[in-house]
């Protein structure tokens, strides 16, 4: 059992690149997040999804795009990479809201040069 | 938005020592997380509870509701425990749109 797989696991961009982040779960749960988690910070929500074919706004979604187009997908993009945007995504299914468990994939570490 | 804040930010201890960290947040919530997160970089859920207390093997947690207050707890402490501890509230008290992350605690155990 998979769970939560994110690829690709490492990816460096020249500035103005574009990239698409992709996670996927077989866990049949409704519930998708990307984080972004930065040094001497704690994780940040990107983007969220209650379902397939919706996404919502999170904290810091500027510079971002998402798309849920099947259950088990949460595609993740950078239409124009900057280097503001090195860190590491992480992506996290659950079966409901907060009331439940994340599971987390292993992270995609990104460099924008 | 939820305010999480953890303490201590780095904790260095002996192997055996019983080890506190401490979360606390600024919105009524209806559960609140404890993840670790290995050396390696991986995330895992170690509680999720939304009153008193919970155990699994050596690792207690425990929250108060009205002090907006949570605990992690481990006991006889093993070099294997070091790791980066984070504590996370929903975002915004109902929960539907993710949570909110402390900014973790640096354990290490030291044989």
């Known amino acids: 059992n998979a769970g939560v797989t994110q690829t690709p696991k490492f990816r460096v961009l020249k500035t103005g690149q574009s990239m698409t982040l992709l996670c996927a779960q077989d866990m049949n749960h409704e519930y998708m997040y990307w984080y972004r988690q930065d040094p001497g910070m704690g994780l940040r929500l990107i983007h969220y999804?209650?379902?397939?074919?919706?996404?919502a706004k999170g904290e810091v979604p500027d510079g971002y795009n998402v798309s849920r187009l099947k259950k088990q997908n949460f595609l993740l993009g950078l239409e124009s990479a900057a280097p503001s945007q090195t860190s590491v995504y992480f992506c996290a299914a659950a079966r409901g809201s907060a009331k439940n468990i994340q599971y987390f994939g292993a992270g995609t570490r990104l460099s924008v040069l | 938005k939820n305010e999480v804040e953890q303490s201590p930010q780095n904790l260095t201890a002996q192997e055996g020592e019983f080890i506190t960290i401490n979360c606390s947040y600024s919105v009524g919530i209806s559960a609140l997380h404890w993840l670790q997160q290995h050396p390696g970089g991986g995330i895992v859920s170690l509680f999720m509870?939304?009153?008193g207390k919970k155990k699994h093997g050596r690792l207690i947690a425990t929250i108060n509701i009205q002090e907006k207050h949570s605990s992690l707890h481990i006991t006889a402490s093993h070099p294997r425990d070091s790791a980066v501890y984070i504590c996370a509230a929903p975002y915004s008290g109902g929960g539907a749109d993710g949570l909110t992350f402390g900014k973790g605690t640096h354990l290490i155990i030291q044989p």
């Open positions: 509870l939304s009153s």
């Open positions: 999804s209650v379902g397939e074919g919706t996404t």
